[in-house]
């Protein structure tokens, strides 16, 4: 294809084009404005890339390549007829700082999404559901990080507060397994005292074959407890419950990733009673 420009004239053509507020950037900028999505800001210099879009509380970015600058596959757009190294050599550098600035991103913790230019020029309609997707994903996720933040947190706090004498006894840390278990095994969320706890407070299967059982089901040795016998743990057991807010705290989750949760709260505690049974 031959270029109607001077090499001066071309290079100049290029240099013109800047790299903020461009046309598929506005573009871009008005979906998501008529979409109503908040939460968001303009080429978020303080990120690497400065993404044409961040959401910081949802840690997800978003940018738009140019076909030509970053060598679309579909567009596959020809290059000036003169100084064709040096264009080549400018777009192969744009793709690897692309894919630096995504690795960059995810190391921090951020979701990267990116369209193409003629993605947003020619089908709209499937950038704005490709765009819906990829927030509702992402808040899902950020909505189940931040549970899983919570309830570690209140589960390191009732441990410390269970702690007396610098032990946590084995009858409590039974107990706590135990009460975690019927929240895994519970019909419905948040469950009730009633439910779990008998009319004299011992928390129900925390004795015999049923609390053997159970422990086993986790990797304690069937030896570890026969039975809680304090009345103290039973009380222990259902502070834990209260400050899970017998499960409400968990109800926006879905039940696989609901249950995916409460195993990694039970396997923290038999870390306790395994690191216990070796001292």
């Known amino acids: 294809m031959a270029d109607n420009l001077s090499p001066e004239d071309r290079r100049r053509t290029m240099q013109a084009v800047t790299s903020k507020a461009t046309r598929i950037e506005r573009k871009l900028w008005s979906m998501l404005a008529g979409m109503r999505v908040r939460g968001w800001r303009k080429n978020a210099a303080d990120l690497p890339g400065a993404p044409d879009v961040a959401f910081n509380e949802l840690r997800l970015a978003l940018f738009v390549d140019g076909c030509f600058w970053h060598g679309c596959p579909v567009c596959k757009r020809p290059l000036p007829a003169t100084r064709r190294d040096y264009w080549q050599g400018k777009i192969e550098r744009n793709i690897e700082r692309a894919r630096r600035y995504n690795l960059q991103l995810q190391q921090m913790g951020w979701r990267v999404a990116r369209f193409w230019e003629h993605e947003l020029l020619r089908d709209p309609r499937a950038v704005r559901r490709r765009l819906r997707a990829i927030l509702r994903t992402r808040r899902r996720a950020m909505n189940q990080q931040q549970i899983a933040h919570t309830t570690q947190e209140r589960l390191e706090a009732w441990r410390r507060a269970c702690t007396r004498r610098g032990k946590l006894s084995r009858n409590t840390l039974a107990a706590g397994v135990v009460a975690l278990h019927h929240l895994r095994h519970a019909e419905s969320l948040p469950a009730s005292r009633e439910t779990l706890f008998s009319a004299g407070g011992e928390?129900?299967?925390?004795?015999?074959?049923?609390?053997?059982?159970?422990?086993?089901a986790y990797g304690l040795p069937t030896d570890y407890l026969k039975e809680v016998t304090t009345r103290q743990a039973h009380q222990d057991a259902q502070r834990l419950l209260e400050a899970l807010e017998w499960g409400a705290l968990l109800t926006p989750l879905t039940r696989d990733d609901r249950d995916a949760l409460l195993r990694q709260l039970i396997g923290a505690l038999v870390q306790l009673a395994q690191a216990q049974l070796q001292q």
Do not use: A
């Open 203 to 216: 928390l129900k299967q925390s004795r015999g074959k049923s609390l053997t059982t159970i422990l086993s």
